[in-house]
């Protein structure tokens, strides 16, 4: 069974630094043609995608907040890490970490078939001070 | 403001064919597959569609998934109650030298 937990703070103060772990169950961060992303979503807005980490430890950010994120991951405790900078009360969501995979053939990853399946049960973040 | 395009809302009569709109560009859907996803009220989004028109396993016949150009579509047919919640379309955009996921704004789906 496939599950991912965030956790972290549920209120920060405006500047300072957003720290939240995604801990992962029934898969590897570290398995071939995988992947965990953060997805942000504010109270009844559309989602916004933040950023990604591959198998690989390749990292992909959004391009308005890339400055501001930083994401690893730990293989030995099976998780990702995200960390925002200089948080603002407008980053105030639900944040939520997802399963990226991707279809293969003959074992060989298709790159255009990645796609966000399993997601965490989201984390709600209020940025005030 | 959302990369994607889609109605902020939809509706239909319990059995009625329901169709929702996602709009891009040749940068995004234009050149990359499509994703949707279902989201009931307090729960995390659900993957309903992917690669276009690919459903995931446990995933009903009724819903489904076309792309021409730069537009997708999300079909739901037999329409139910428990249908109601809001869908998002999400795809890659690599317009930029750094490429990154971009999702809609998202329909709310009423049945009436």
């Known amino acids: 069974q496939i599950t991912l937990k965030e956790s972290g703070p549920t209120v920060v103060k405006p500047t300072e630094t957003l720290t939240l772990t995604c801990t992962l169950s029934?898969?590897?961060?570290?398995?071939?043609?995988?992947?965990v992303g953060w997805i942000r979503q504010p109270p009844g807005k559309a989602p916004e995608w933040l950023a990604l980490i591959y198998w690989d430890d390749d990292t992909r950010y959004s391009p308005t907040l890339k400055s501001r994120l930083t994401i690893t991951k730990d293989a030995s405790k099976n998780q990702v890490v995200l960390t925002m900078t200089n948080m603002d009360p407008v980053d105030t969501a639900t944040y939520y970490c997802s399963r990226l995979t991707s279809d293969k053939v003959f074992g060989l990853v298709i790159p255009s078939s990645y796609h966000f399946d399993f997601w965490g049960q989201g984390t709600l973040v209020t940025v005030s001070s | 403001q959302s990369v994607l395009t889609q109605p902020p809302s939809a509706s239909g009569t319990p059995g009625q064919r329901v169709i929702i709109s996602c709009s891009g560009s040749s940068s995004d859907i234009g050149s990359n597959p499509v994703n949707w996803y279902q989201q009931l009220p307090g729960t995390a989004p659900k993957l309903l569609i992917y690669r276009d028109n690919r459903r995931p396993s446990g995933v009903p016949e009724r819903f489904s998934g076309s792309k021409s150009g730069t537009s997708a579509s999300l079909a739901i047919s037999g329409l139910q109650s428990e249908d109601e919640a809001h869908y998002y379309c999400a795809s890659w955009d690599d317009s930029l030298s750094v490429s990154y996921w971009v999702f809609g704004g998202g329909t709310k789906l009423t049945v009436l």
């Open positions: 029934g898969f590897s961060v570290s398995a071939s043609g995988a992947g």
